[in-house]
């Protein structure tokens, strides 16, 4: 019992950090956003709070927490109270499959680098995203407004016709990897490029073994349907400023508006974790296995040993993790600057265009993608 | 089992958690003024609504989300059999033509609905 | 500890949770926060599901039940002005009686089947019930979760071993990719136990043709929600 409850002590530090992590991340991003947009749209962005105006975030929160509290004369007073924790609820339970790095031993024990390994990791993520449609549909009637209404309706909308598109997308990857589980996705895209044609391996040496190089529309589907899924522009018209005011979070004001943002934000975080995870190796380094790093820093732990109090494997294995968290790192958040850059480059979608490039466009080309994907890897897999 | 479910559940707690912290703490922290009667309108673009007009909304939300339903059943199939395709085609073409079969009668309810335009203008 | 599981407590929590919310559904005032108690007891449901060790059940029910049915629900109520029902149920008329009436013949039905269900499971050597065989599973301080999903040998109890499975083990052995027999019923310490990928070879292999009738379903459903939709003058253009 007791070497159970210090791991479960363990355990609830590590989900408590990760969560800090992304809530503090959220700021962060925010920050990319402004300077970032500014830079593209060639003026200054915050830069008075703080070096570089990074504090200029702080100074919102704590702008937010002070704000007063208001409730619309017609609001559903419950649900308005409940919308934006049902909104960060979902955006927090999809990053709990989402692995960040090795895991690590110290001691004896051994830490899991993600919240929970769940074997069906990734449709499970699926099945939390699509419960975040609850919050903006509550947020959006109880506000007690009937355009407030319309936009929660119309993101709704939005947001489950882009489910069944991502949905479709990644079917393919998942006949190629045969696995729910994220972490096992990662460990079959290590190495160099190889499949099977007619029964026989071939090697690509040049390139890794990531999975956009065997679902490239799969890529391009998911990637679509992501920026739909999060309501970022170009899909973001639920949110458009001149048609609706702000949409279905029109009437909340103060930190309430903040978990909103927060829930969105992320959305797209466990988004471009995914997109690292399903097509570009997620923590793994190219070319490199995980193994292969391990050993590389077990030569060079030897000489830190005497320092520190630790055995030579432990610095090694933290070593090895903290070199995946940052190949993770790095890779997500090009991701999410990705996500950044298309919002302050291309023009927003109308609403009708926007649901037939949903049902009309992704959703053929992800049925098309699944046939095709399945006929090649019949022959690939018999012989003719 | 319980080492994947009590992780999310721990994080359920967390979530709630915060917010109900962060929630009083804007509660305590916030001046307390007086509501009006022009703070507490619906915001319509600044300008006095009439109300009480319950606007027809379209019944395109309705077949979206019925269509939505259908198409995500189908998807839900597809995840088991993408999982199995490969081991199974050791046995022949059945794996593939069962799949083919399901998805093309889907397929013909799809062209339907385009046909329809029920996919239109929502 | 006093003989509770962690498992127990987390079923009997969930089971609290999830009745509670049933019972919501029909006692507030409110239809859509109904229907919101009611996507509540979905995600409970398959929280359940979770813990019965039925994964992909599990995600299912979260995705299509509480992801996709009860948004439905939620989506068309909010569409609607409803007023507030101020209907006093205590009523004495023919209509509340005979609500209450079909509500007993529910809750009978619903007894009985329970009992019968539950005496077949006793009845059945060869099933076991969920929560017991978990602890002993935690006794033994076996982590089904940890094998590779692609373990294809069966480690049947001795209650149903015979000649036939004998001989099935020992082609299981020799083979690299073999079909178990989908009439074997799994126990609950296999490797492959509610496994995703279990569940799928006997539902494309054996249940094939519920599987086709499933599309046909879907079909059928597909047309109805367009024609009724476009007999409420729903998709002419300009609507």
Redesign the interface.
Known sequence: MGSGLLEFIINTLKIALIFVGIVSTVPLLVWVERRGSAFMQNRLGPNRVGPLGLLQLAADAVKFIFKEEFIPQKA?KV?YFMAPGLALLPAALTFVAVPLSTPVTVMGHTINMQMA????GI??I???A??G??GI??A??SSGNKYS?LG??RA??QM?SY?LAMGLSIVGILMIF????LN?MITAQTGHLSFIWQGSTTTVSWLPNWGIFFQPVAFVLFITSGFAETNRLPFDLPEGEAELVAGYHTEYGGFKFNMFFMGEYGHMITSSALITTLFFGGYAIPFMSPDEVLKFWMGHAQGMAGLISLSAADIASILTTLTHLVSFLLKTGFWLFVYIWVRWTLPRFRYDQLMDLGWKTLLPWALANLVITTVFMFFARVKM | ?????APVLVLIVVVVGFVVVSLSLTFLAGPKRKPTAQKQMPYECGIPGIDNQ?TK???????T??????F???V??L???A??YT??L??GPF?FV??M??MA??T???I??WK???L??D | MLGIT??DM?FHTFAGIATIGAILVVLVR?P??SA?FL?LTM?VL??IF??L?A??V???Q???Y????M??F???L??F?LKHEHEDIFRITPLNLSKILAVAVMCGFLVGTGWLAVSAVNGNPGAHVAPQT?AQDLEKKE?P?ELP??QTHINPDEDFTNAEDAALIDEAKKEE?V?PDPNVVASTSDAEFG???S???R???KY?FA??A???L??V???G??AL??S????????
């Open positions: 559903e649900l390994d769940i074997n069906v449709i499970y699926f099945a939390v699509s419960l449609v609850y549909l509550a959006g009637w209404l929660a309706l709704s909308s489950i489910e045969r696995t729910f589980s096992e | 089992m319980i080492q994947q479910l319950t909304f379209s019944v395109k939300f309705y077949l989300a019925i269509l939505f339903i259908l995500d059943i189908e839900i199939f995840y088991p059999w999982l199995i081991d199974f050791n046995y794996i069962e799949m079969v399901f009668i889907l013909f309810g799809f339907y609905v329809a335009n029920a239109d203008w | 962690p498992e987390l409110n859509i926060y919101l996507a995600c398959g929280a979770f813990t060790e994964y992909f599990s995600v299912a979260i995705t299509v509480a992801g996709a049915v948004v439905l939620v989506m068309v909010m569409l002005d978990v982590l979760n999903a692609k990719v079909l496994s995703t990928v569940l799928s070879r539902l494309f292999s094939v599987f086709e499933v599309s046909l879907l079909l459903a597909i047309v929600a367009v939709a476009k409420k003058g729903g998709t002419h253009h300009g609507g």
